[in-house]
Nanobody
Framework: QVQVMESGGGFVPTGGSLRLSCIVSGLPVDDDAMGWFRQAPGKRREGVSCLTRLGLTYYEDFVKGRFTISRDNAKNTLYLQMNSLKPEDTAMYYC?????????????????WGPGTQVTVSS
């Protein structure tokens, strides 16, 4: 079974940057599409970005041009470089063997989330 462990979150001012990491075990990181998701307090978990097996990327409009998804096959790690952060990016961030865009019901039904990493952007 795939297991993931996210890290790299923190507290940054508006306009700051963070790089999130997701160490994957149980599956080669390039063997399947993998994505980043986030959940803000009081809101549903939502997709952020996807990296397919063939290296194609997808970004939700609200992060397009600011976030970059990538992977290191040798380290079996998925990354999310986040630049120009905004207060509305504040959320717990998760990686998963699931690829946005996904329906709300599919995201809600997925049951293999890692612990996540908290990103807080001050205004």
């Amino acid at each position: 079974q795939v297991q993931v462990m996210e890290s790299g979150g923190g507290f940054v001012p508006t306009g700051g940057s963070l790089r999130l990491s997701c160490i994957v075990s149980g599956l080669p990181v390039d063997d399947d599409a993998m994505g980043w998701f986030r959940q803000a307090p009081g809101k549903r978990r939502e997709g952020v970005s996807c990296l397919t097996r063939l290296g194609l990327t997808y970004y939700e409009d609200f992060v397009k041009g600011r976030f970059t998804i990538s992977r290191d096959n040798a380290k079996n790690t998925l990354y999310l470089q986040m630049n120009s952060l905004k207060p509305e990016d504040t959320a717990m961030y998760y990686c998963a063997a699931l690829c946005p865009p996904e329906s709300t019901s599919t995201i809600a039904a997925y049951n293999n989330w890692g612990p996540g990493t908290q990103v807080t952007v001050s205004s």
